[in-house]
């Protein structure tokens, strides 16, 4: 982890630029929305994850690189991606990114039962409701870089990286974790994946900090983004392919 302290006030000017940012992608995709036939609801939910891309992601890199040179830090020493012990913190994430997996599926099946039990539907993201849609390659494409390269790496720099560094340096302790994770899970805006995120937000915080390297949760990240990634894309294919397997045993 970064050996200097974050400045306070140049993490509360790059969080409300993020914040700026988000917040214009949700007006933009909006006013778009009434623009496109409401009949193709996948073309529509493709533009939305673009504007979320360009709003969210692109904006956090453009301000995390001013934030950094502000402080005189390259990405190098940010990111952790060099140095003694790499591969033993690589291994760790990737032991993480299978735990993580297997609890995130596990929470997310009793959040959508205890939703049913107070009779509100659970909602997947609009992501996942657009994967679990007929798209073309292109657009799959699109999603799958989004998914497993850009978002672990552009949220890892914002939630663990700043976030979770910040809250460290002032309150220590676990509001650090629970701070962070929380963040984390509420930019998602969804109700039926919240707990699940919340969980994943904290072990990506102890991988963060158990090996020092921002790259070791961006790992762990895009694990669980792939495993989920091609579980979507694919769910049609590994369902006619284990029947074929269940039939032959």
Avoid at 8 to 14: E, S
Wanted: proline residues 4%; hydrophobic residues 55%; contains cysteine.
């Amino acid at each position: 982890m970064l050996d200097r302290p974050w400045k306070p006030d140049a993490v509360l000017r790059m969080l409300a630029g993020v914040m700026l940012g988000w917040s214009l992608g949700i007006l933009v995709g909006a006013v778009l929305g009434q623009w496109l036939h409401p009949e193709a609801p996948h073309t529509i939910r493709f533009y939305h994850f673009v504007i979320t891309t360009v709003s969210l992601h692109g904006v956090t890199l453009v301000l995390a690189h001013q934030l950094l040179r502000q402080h005189q830090v390259c990405w190098r020493d940010l990111i952790g991606w060099a140095g003694p012990g790499l591969g033993r913190a690589l291994g760790l994430a990737l032991a993480a990114g299978l735990f993580m997996t297997l609890g995130a599926l596990l929470l997310n099946k009793g959040s959508a039962w205890v939703l049913e039990q107070v009779r509100l539907e659970p909602t997947e993201q609009p992501t996942v409701k657009l994967l679990q849609l007929t798209v073309g390659w292109g657009q799959r494409l699109a999603f799958g870089l989004g998914a497993i390269v850009l978002a672990p790496v552009v949220e890892e720099i914002l939630f663990r990286g700043v976030v979770f560094g910040f809250l460290r340096q002032v309150f220590r302790g676990s509001v650090a974790y629970w701070g962070s994770a929380l963040a984390f899970a509420a930019i998602h805006m969804n109700l039926l994946t919240f707990v699940p995120l919340v969980f994943i937000g904290l072990v990506l915080a102890w991988v963060y900090e158990r090996t020092g390297r921002l790259v070791a949760a961006m790992l762990t990240h895009a694990l669980f983004n792939a495993v989920n990634f091609t579980l979507l894309s694919f769910q049609h294919e590994l369902t006619q392919w284990l029947e074929l397997w269940r039939d032959r045993i």
